[in-house]
């Protein structure tokens, strides 16, 4: 269900089996579960040992950095009738409604209306559009994994509450946690849809104040007028111990004698994200790579 390889895991578990679901842009199939070529005898079996409670079933959804759009392409084009793409129809039209409202085009963060239903009849978002920009990325990231649940219900056979009863847990990593808690608090899939598309609204104007607070902090801090090319505001570090990175951005901080840099996010004993500004950041990206 998401934009890199697939990535199912089986494990035995006091006699049962586990399988994780993994229902995000960053570590599921590049195509919606409802291209795939699964044999629907064996999908039948799958659904059997399902409601048979033989596998359990662990719902991951991932965060910002993750790639969506070409996915929710996909979700949106499989079929005209399926309800998925009524969800994605009826989130549409409220971030439609969100972002054409007079307070979000008052606002110095407002991008563009989302006309999201246009830009997926065309195939592509209008050119000039950074999608990964949290205008855009929070509330669609958490539309494509919503819709991309959706498809996996449609495509399986499988209810809602099925899954619900047959799940240890929902998961979610960073922005991921949203999309658990929709899964967790509906009891039924239309309960989903409707708590999906109010948590979607709220998600446009976390993006929006979220950009909002960011283009504040870069005037107040004079950074406003340094545009770096292919430089934002996080900085994801691989293969590089945590002293070994809190030492370099002490050094940074130092020498530009600006506070902006935090190690904000450890994925990994040897994976971990800093934010700051884009200028400050490039220098650290030197200084690590150097």
Request: hydrophobic fraction near 40%; aromatic fraction near 8%.
């Amino acid at each position: 269900m998401s934009s890199q390889s697939r990535r199912t895991v089986v494990t035995t578990k006091t006699g049962r089996r586990t399988r994780r679901v993994v229902t995000t842009t960053a570590t599921i199939s590049a195509v919606p579960m409802s291209t795939t070529k699964t044999p629907l005898a064996e999908m039948a079996k799958v659904v059997e040992a399902v409601n048979t409670g033989k596998f359990t079933f662990i719902p991951e959804f991932g965060g910002q950095g993750s790639v969506y759009w070409k996915e929710l392409q996909k979700l949106y084009t499989a079929s005209s009738t399926s309800i998925t793409r009524s969800f994605i129809d009826a989130a549409a039209q409220a971030l439609l409604e969100e972002s054409s409202s007079v307070e979000t085009k008052a606002s110095n963060a407002f991008e563009a209306v989302i006309d999201l239903q246009s830009w997926l009849q065309v195939g592509e978002a209008p050119v000039g559009l950074t999608m990964s920009r949290v205008y855009f990325s929070m509330p669609l990231l958490v539309l494509t994994q919503c819709a991309n649940y959706l498809n996996f219900l449609e495509t399986t056979g499988l209810t809602h509450e099925s899954v619900v009863k047959n799940s240890a847990t929902a998961v979610g990593h960073s922005q991921g946690a949203v999309s658990a808690v929709i899964f967790s608090a509906a009891k039924t899939a239309q309960e989903f849809v409707e708590i999906g598309i109010s948590v979607l609204r709220y998600m446009f104007w976390q993006g929006l104040r979220a950009q909002e607070t960011y283009q504040h902090l870069l005037t107040q801090y004079k950074q406003d007028g340094k545009n770096i090319e292919g430089a934002g505001p996080m900085l994801a570090v691989r293969g590089l111990k945590k002293k070994h990175v809190l030492k370099s951005i002490e050094v940074a901080k130092r020498r530009t004698k600006s506070p902006d840099l935090h190690l904000s996010l450890i994925n990994a004993s040897d994976m971990m994200n800093v934010t700051g500004f884009p200028a400050t950041l490039t220098l650290l990206k030197q200084a690590l790579e150097g």
